[in-house]
């Protein structure tokens, strides 16, 4: 009597495991390589000109808020963060177009300037800019 043979179907993974070896060290070789997102922030020598009569948020570098109404008496006034929002709305009910810009000291940390941006936001203010002082 004769035997049948039957052929047995399996797949070799040998090589498959040698070609992600190979990837896995190509990987690991250029990764360290790979520069990870910059932010490239805008150059102050490019900036657009300040507008015409603003009311300024000053922040002083030991974090006093102080507010400057250029389009009125031009005075600087003192104003507590916590009634910013109130005197901020309080002025631009007169003048709705007027524009409000965030003028910074430079030890001021970035965290201070976006709590007064996310203030001026929660108080309807349509148009918000960062004063900066041009390179020379």
């Not at 910059?38 to 657009?48: D, F, G, I, R």
């Not at 005075?75 to 929002?85: F, I, N, R, T």
Request: charged letters at 20%; proline letters at 8%; zero cysteines.
């Amino acid at each position: 009597m004769a035997r049948v043979r039957k052929q047995v179907a399996s797949i070799n993974v040998v090589p498959l495991i040698d070609v992600m070896l190979v990837l896995l060290v190509v990987f690991m070789i250029t990764a360290p390589f790979i520069n990870p997102g910059q932010v490239e922030l805008p150059s102050v020598s490019k900036a657009a000109a300040t507008p015409n009569q603003p009311l300024e948020v000053m922040i002083k570098a030991d974090g006093q808020l102080v507010l400057r109404d250029r389009a009125g008496d031009n005075l600087e006034s003192p104003v507590a963060p916590d009634s910013l929002s109130a005197e901020v709305k309080r002025i631009l009910a007169a003048r709705p177009d007027q524009p409000v810009v965030i003028s910074a000291d430079k030890s001021v940390r970035y965290e201070k300037v976006m709590n007064v941006m996310s203030v001026l936001q929660s108080a309807q203010v349509q148009r918000i800019g960062l004063l900066a002082k041009p390179a020379q």
